[in-house]
């Protein structure tokens, strides 16, 4: 059983912390330093949430990062650690992400992820997303492997 969990609101200042979080939830991967970060945060069209259990919010679990151009937003980067994944966490964190988008009056989500990505394609599918496009070979597997990225979206009314 996962204990209560919490949102709460990306910052400015946070960038370590996504740093550090992002470089866990996708092992193997370059994580986005600090840096990047608050270059994205100090934009105001930028935000997201972190997910934590609500005895220690400040040691979050998860975190979803988003931006907006005019009506539409864009899914940067989102995770579970590995240890919480599979308990409903990663779907509750994005329906609190898109709840927000409405209310901002945001009309359509867009968002990229890799072909092989299962965990992720189920999470986004059992939300509505849908399939409007794709890029062949655009991520590097090991050994020359390629893989796609599948272009989603989904319309929010
Ligand atoms: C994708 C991710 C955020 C899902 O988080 P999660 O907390 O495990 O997701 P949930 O427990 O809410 O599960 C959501 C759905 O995906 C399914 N699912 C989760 N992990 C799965 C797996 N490894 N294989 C198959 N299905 C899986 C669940 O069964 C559930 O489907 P359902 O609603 O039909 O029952 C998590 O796997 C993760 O952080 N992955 C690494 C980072 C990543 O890939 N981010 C997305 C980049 S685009």
């Not at 709460?8 to 996708?26: E, P, T, W, Y």
């Not at 990047?36 to 679990?61: D, M, W």
């Amino acid at each position: 059983m996962l204990d209560p969990i919490q949102y709460d609101s990306i910052k400015c200042g946070h960038g370590s912390v996504l740093s550090v979080l992002q470089g866990a939830i996708f092992p193997g991967e370059t994580a986005w330093q600090a840096p990047s970060f608050e270059t994205l945060l100090a934009n105001p069209t930028c935000f997201g949430f972190f997910v934590a259990p609500q005895k220690n919010r400040e040691t979050p679990f998860g975190f979803l990062l988003m931006q907006t151009v005019l009506d539409e937003a864009e899914i940067l980067s989102f995770g579970i650690l590995p240890k919480f994944r599979k308990k409903g966490v990663g779907s509750a964190l994005l329906q609190h992400g898109l709840y927000f988008l409405q209310k901002q009056n945001i009309t359509e989500v867009f968002l990229e992820v890799a072909e092989d990505n299962l965990a992720a394609l189920k999470t986004y599918q059992a939300l509505n997303f849908k399939q409007y496009g794709k890029r062949p070979n655009y991520y590097n597997r090991q050994k020359g492997v390629t893989c796609s990225a599948l272009l989603l979206k989904k319309l929010l009314s």
